[in-house]
């Protein structure tokens, strides 16, 4: 009967933790693709509705998010999303082009053959993607984000360092938060392909001056285009129109 009690307390733990871990999962996504409005109050209650868990697991789920910084916490009023501005994109370009300039010259500095199969591979396929949704224009193509991630995440994994990975890994979802705000639908002058082939052709070179000017380039035009709608008075509409045409 003990045993037998334990089993049931041990699986009881684990759904539970695997309600925690989807709710979380999905959370996170429509936070960082912009279908929640920025600095909403998250209640409890409502994130129980929405998303089909119960109360503990929602809790768990924000507290995890609350911790990446993704959700501000007030004491005893519960959760709300963090906001964007012009200040915290300036910071957040700052602190991931200092990050990413030195994961990516100590990726050049130790890298392999195998690692520049994988880099050849990544731009390859990312070449091959379309940026925007074919459903929807007004947002990225998920298959497009999913290579541009492996793009980015190969080009420094040679660095030999899984902590600096792990916090250009958290950045670089910050980043994609303001990415979804910027991409409106207007048609935007960029060669978002040739941005990545002179990083990827720089770091195969070996020469890491290059690759590192190439790659900040490419992060402070992103962020440009961002403050462009700020410097508008449009940040927040942006998000907000964002949201609405999610819910659709």
């Known amino acids: 009967m003990t045993y037998g009690a334990a089993n049931l307390n041990d699986d009881a733990a684990g759904a539970k933790s695997t309600l925690a871990s989807t709710v979380y999962q999905q959370l996170r996504d429509d936070l960082l693709g912009g279908v929640l409005e920025a600095e909403s109050k998250l209640r409890v209650e409502w994130v129980v509705s929405k998303y089909g868990a119960g109360a503990s697991p929602v809790r768990e789920a924000l507290n995890r998010l609350a911790s990446e910084g993704l959700l501000g916490r007030h004491d005893q009023r519960g959760f709300f999303i963090m906001p964007v501005s012009a200040s915290e994109l300036e910071e957040l370009t700052r602190t991931r082009c200092w ?18 199969e994988q880099l050849v591979l990544a731009l390859h396929r990312l070449g091959r993607a379309s940026r925007l949704s074919p459903q929807n224009l007004f947002s990225l193509n998920p298959d497009w984000e999913r290579l541009h991630r492996i793009f980015h995440r190969v080009l420094i994994s040679a660095c030999r360092s899984q902590w600096l990975v792990g916090f250009c890994d958290q950045l670089s979802d910050h980043a994609y938060r303001y990415r979804q705000m910027a991409n409106d639908g207007e048609s935007i002058q960029r060669d978002d392909f040739g941005e990545h082939r002179l990083i990827a052709e720089c770091a195969l070179d070996g020469n890491a001056d290059g690759a590192v000017e190439a790659l900040i380039n ?5 962020a440009a ?7 508008q008075g449009e940040g927040s509409k942006a998000v907000a ?8």
């Open 99 to 116: 990050l990413e300039e030195r994961a990516l010259r100590e990726s050049i500095a130790h890298r392999t053959a195998e690692w520049e």
């Open 241 to 248: 129109g964002r949201a609405e045409r999610a819910r659709r």
């Open 225 to 231: 285009m961002c403050m462009e709608r700020f410097s």
């Open 218 to 222: 490419h992060y402070q035009l992103t």
